[in-house]
Every structure is written in C-alpha cells, then in structure tokens.
C-alpha cells in the first residue's frame, strides 16, 4: 500500500496536460534565469575572489564600507517598514470607499514608477534643503532632512510606496465579505474583525509588499544623491560608494563591495520570503 502511494505520488505530477509540462517549463525557466541573473552574478563572484580572503577582509572591514553598508540597509528597512504601515491603509482605501477625487490619488500613487529617479531627488531637494520651501521651516524648530538620513529615508519613503499598495491592494479586492457578516453575526466587533479575520488574509501580501520595498530601497541611486548630500560616515550610500571607487578606477573593491551587498540582500530577502511562505501555509492550515 505505501510502496503503491509512493509510486502514484512520484508520478501524478509527469503526466501529460494540455499545455507544456515540467521538462519545457523548468528547462526555459532555468535557462532564462542563468542568462539574466546566475551568470552575471557568477562573473561578479569570479571577479572578487581574486582579491583572496586578505584582500576580502581589509575591504569589507574598511570603516566608511561598513557605514555605507549600515546607511544603506537601515534606510531601507526603515523605509520599507513605514510605506507598509502606510501603504496598506491607503490600499484600503482605494478598495473599499468611493470618495472625490479617488481616481487622481490611484493615478498618484503609480507616478514614482515612471517619474525619473533624479527628478524625485531633485524634487525633494527643493522642498527639504535649507533654502526650499519647508526647510527653513523644519530647520526653525530642529528638524534637519535634507543631507542627514533622514532624506534618505523621505527619498526611499517615495520611490518604495507603490510597491506596497500595488501589492496589497489586489489581495483586499478578492477578500471575501462573506467572512466579516460570519464574524459580526457572531457578535465580534468591527477591530476584531479587521485583526482576527482580515489581517491573517492580508499578511502574506503585506510581507511582500515589504520585501519589494526594501530590495528597490537597497539599491537605490538617482533620488537619493541628491537629498543625501553624500557625505563620508553620514549620509553616504553603498551605491554611492561602488560609484566612487569605479571613478578611482579601484575596480576589485567595486566589486567585493557589489558582492557584500548582494550576499546582505539576498540574506535578508531569503528570510523575509521563508517568513511570508509560513505565514500562508499557516493561513490555509
């Protein structure tokens, strides 16, 4: 009998449908895959590890590496974190209310996507430098965005939004109502309703929406140089740094710095994937 389930279960999944099966599908997808990503990365790789553990070390501990590294990634999460707190309301929003003007915030909300990432930086500049429009008024009272972390984080708030509404959103349209008139004919209130019976659905595309965030926060450029000031142990990206050495033609710590990077992201991203795996098998438990 086990021998016999055994055998049902190794070949349920070989048998032939009306579109192309496992082989096509995986054998294209691998092949895509190597080309656009595996190989490039494995060149990158390649590349680094000319330099041996020594010169990996002196690179990588390198004082201004780690907090450009630091700078980065913790913009990042940061970011990412309030665009999702922020994003999913506004996703709610857009799902479940009609109210003026409606159309003209969903348009809004996808204008980071195709704004150049310099006009962002540029923009948010001239609205949080010392001689923009609320600098002088922030600045009054204490408050300093532009070239401290804090832009960076406004930049990263910016670029990161879409990501998380556009990601939550579909998810909050195919919930089903039936549920909440379940939970409130049995007497729960509308908070626990939204956290017991809405949440746990939202949750997985909420970790999502994070992870896409973060991964576009890491890497990004063009809108933060610009409101950073790009200043040595203060408000100094990674990015940033990969650039300048490029320019001083210092070609191997570009590319150990590329590689810390990558490990760091895909580190991280991993984690933030096996998490949100959990919590939908958890969900359909």
């Not at 690179?59 to 700078?71: E, F, G, N, Q, W």
């Amino acid at each position: 009998m086990t021998r016999m389930a055994t055998s049902v279960v190794r070949t349920s999944w070989r048998q032939a449908g009306p579109l192309p099966g496992l082989g096509l599908t995986l054998g294209l997808s691998l092949t895509w895959l190597s080309l656009i990503v595996l190989i490039p990365l494995l060149a990158l790789l390649v590349k680094s590890a000319g330099l041996g553990p020594a010169g990996w070390w002196a690179i990588a501990s390198d004082p201004r590496v780690l907090s450009a590294m630091k700078l980065s990634f913790g913009t990042a999460l940061i970011a990412a974190l309030i665009n999702t707190l922020i994003g999913t309301p506004i996703a709610w929003a857009l799902v479940r209310y009609r109210f003026p003007g409606r159309s003209t915030l969903d348009a809004l909300i996808d204008l980071p996507f195709a704004l150049p990432t310099a006009v962002a930086g540029i923009a948010l500049t001239a609205i949080y430098a010392g001689n923009g429009w609320l600098g002088p008024s922030l600045e009054s009272v204490g408050i300093k965005i532009a070239y401290t972390p804090s832009g960076i984080v406004m930049a990263l708030l910016f670029i990161g939004l879409p990501f998380t509404v556009r990601t939550v959103q579909p998810v909050l349209e195919n919930l089903q109502h039936e549920h909440e008139e379940a939970a409130a004919s049995l007497g729960a209130s509308r908070w626990t309703t939204l956290w017991r019976v809405n949440f746990p659905q939202v949750l997985p595309a909420m970790l999502t929406g994070f992870s896409l965030a973060f991964a576009r926060g890491v890497g990004e450029y063009g809108s933060v140089i610009f409101i950073a000031g790009n200043l040595p142990y203060v408000s100094e990206i990674a990015p940033l740094l990969i650039v300048i050495k490029l320019e001083e033609f210092d070609y191997r710590g570009a590319t150990v710095l590329a590689m810390l990077m990558l490990i760091a992201s895909f580190l991280i991203l991993f984690l933030i994937n096996t998490l949100q795996r959990r919590v939908a098998r958890g969900q359909t438990l």
